[in-house]
């Protein structure tokens, strides 16, 4: 029973260059989310999606792109990276509804040098 | 815009203190939602409430929803408790999106 699966737990990156965060569920959940851990801050939404070929923004979209082609991966693209980028980020999945338990993935811890 | 505060900002306890972290929210909400996150770990789901109370193990979660505010007891703290824990809430109407205060790291010593 895997729940949700990130990848790659760490990553160093070069200003401008680009990759893509993995995110993957087995739960079968309509909702998937991702968000950045900074210092100080709490949780903040960049993008989330609420079924197969259905995505919107959160708070700090920019410079994020998702696609949800399937229910079950939910990747996060980063354009070019900069320094601000910096974060630890995290996905998460739920069904949709009031009251419906989160489950979070392990993390990617990512510096952008 | 919902505002979640959580209180306080850091805590150390002792190792058997009785700990209670507390947070406020500034709108109606469907749910809140008490998380766990050990150093350098991801982050664990500890309760969902909408009213009332939950206990699991040491664990024990309420839930004013006139006061707009929740608390989070652990009885018996151990150090493997030390971690951050941090409070969630999804508003009236807002499908599944939470709005997530800043995280209490709680540490306790032998």
């Known amino acids: ?113 | 815009k919902n505002e979640v505060e959580q209180s306080p900002q850091n805590l150390t306890a002792q190792e058997g203190e009785f700990i209670t972290i507390n947070c406020s929210y500034s709108v109606g909400i469907s749910a809140l939602h008490w998380l766990q996150q050990h150093p350098g770990g991801g982050i664990v789901s500890l309760f969902m409430l909408s009213s009332g109370k939950k206990k699991h193990g040491r664990l024990i979660a309420t839930i004013n929803i006139q006061e707009k505010h929740s608390s989070l007891h652990i009885t018996a703290s151990h150090p493997r408790d030390s971690a951050v824990y941090i409070c969630a809430v999804k508003e009236k109407g807002a499908n599944s999106k939470l709005t997530f205060g800043k995280g209490i790291t709680l540490s306790v010593r032998p």
């Open chain 1, 1 to 113: 029973n895997a729940g949700v699966t990130q990848t790659p737990k760490f990553q160093v990156l070069k200003t401008g260059q680009s990759m893509t965060l993995q995110c993957a569920q087995d739960m079968n959940h309509e909702y998937m989310s991702w968000y950045r851990q900074d210092p100080g801050m709490g949780l903040r939404l960049i993008h989330y999606s609420v079924g197969a070929g259905i995505t919107d923004q959160g708070e700090v979209p920019n410079g994020y792109n998702v696609s949800r082609s399937t229910t079950e991966d939910f990747p996060l693209r980063l354009l070019s990276a900069a320094p601000s980028q910096t974060s630890v980020y995290f996905c998460a999945s739920s069904w949709l509804g009031m009251n419906t338990e989160a489950f979070f993935g392990q993390g990617t811890r990512l510096t952008v040098v």
